[in-house]
């Protein structure tokens, strides 16, 4: 596999506060599926409105995209994100046993955060926001309590990987499985990333701001729910922070 996908355009910044908001900033002038990649961001977030770091070494990307999908399907695309970023890791370490996913949209490394996917929408737009940890991990006094220890390819696999070259291989991947998933629906997509999934089958704990439910994960569901078997039965949930 070589070369940049078609119809995708690419802008590379050396320094931005976001590049999901610059995304934003963008959006007037776009003209198709655009990759947005900072060398490094002085205000980046993740979810719930969490500091992410991204000093420069590591991969700070945004796909911004026309959401063509109703809002239920289009927020399955952080599966598709994690499937594309799972395959990016194996091409570029080489080492697929090392690589797991934790949803909702989270990818792991030797049971460790390395990655992270945030989706907003904006108008008709999708905007998919990525952190990979390809050179430096926050430290653990940015963590909150229980959260995985954070890892990096260079730290814990002796791996290193320019940004650059990780976009050409994330672009190439996931425009791969963007025409599977437009094609075929969520059920392979859905399937790939089971296969990929961590702690299936094993006791976990999901929490919300109101509760918390421990269960065995059972999977997903056609929506991207966790399914968790618990004392109650089965439980679907639809957005939660998952611990092990």
Not at 42 to 63: D, K, Q, Y
Not at 102 to 114: A, E, F, H, R, Y
Not at 152 to 168: H, I, K, Q, T
Not at 194 to 203: D, P
Request: a negative charge.
């Amino acid at each position: 596999m070589s070369g940049w996908p078609a119809g995708y355009d690419r802008c590379v910044f050396d320094v931005v506060d976001s590049t999901l908001a610059e995304a934003a900033r963008m959006l007037p002038r776009l003209t198709g599926p655009t990759w947005i990649l900072a060398l490094e961001q002085t205000a980046a977030r993740g979810r719930r409105g969490r500091a992410w770091a991204t000093p420069r070494g590591n991969f700070a990307g945004t796909l911004i995209m026309r959401r063509l999908e109703e809002p239920g399907v289009a927020a399955l695309r952080s599966f598709v994100t994690a499937l594309a970023l799972h395959r990016t890791f194996v091409e570029v370490t080489g080492r697929p046993e090392a690589f797991a996913l934790k949803w909702p949209n989270d990818v792991l490394l030797n049971g460790g955060k390395v990655a992270g996917i945030l989706l907003e929408s904006s108008g008709e737009h999708l905007i998919i926001g990525i952190g990979v940890n390809l050179v430096h991990a926050p430290g653990a006094e940015v963590l909150e309590a229980g959260a995985l220890k954070p890892m990096s390819l260079a730290r814990d696999l002796g791996v290193d990987v320019a940004p650059e070259v990780f976009l050409d291989v994330l672009a190439r991947e996931y425009a791969s499985l963007d025409v599977q998933f437009t094609t075929h629906g969520f059920a392979p997509i859905r399937r790939a990333w089971l296969a990929h999934a961590a702690k299936l089958g094993e006791v976990i704990t999901a929490r919300t701001m109101r509760e918390e439910t421990v269960g065995t994960f059972e999977g997903i569901d056609e929506s991207g729910n966790l399914i968790l078997q618990t004392s109650q039965g089965s439980v679907s949930i639809a957005a939660a922070d998952v611990f092990f």
